[in-house]
């Protein structure tokens, strides 16, 4: 996975890798100031990965922080 693209075009605040967790086995987690999902398509486009994404907003992510910093791996 190409965490450079992820932070080039989507300027998250973090990236976490959950093997599992809210969001399902193996999510990648993009945490961002605001909603970015009109930017997904061309992100998907460009990277090549075997996992799912979840693009949280800082605010959401707060609410589910304790349980992804617990059982999560932060790529960034």
């Not at 093997?19 to 990277?47: A, H, Q, Y």
């Not at 990965?49 to 059982?71: H, L, M, P, Q, R």
């Amino acid at each position: 996975m190409n965490i450079e693209v992820l932070k080039e075009m989507l300027k998250p605040e973090a990236v976490y890798l959950m093997k599992e967790g809210p969001f399902g086995d193996n999510t990648v987690i993009v945490v961002v100031n605001d909603s970015m999902s009109d930017k997904l398509e061309d992100i998907m486009e460009r990277i090549d990965v075997d996992y799912d994404f979840a693009v949280i907003t800082k605010s959401e992510f707060e609410k589910i922080k304790e349980v992804v910093e617990e059982s999560g791996e932060k790529l960034w």
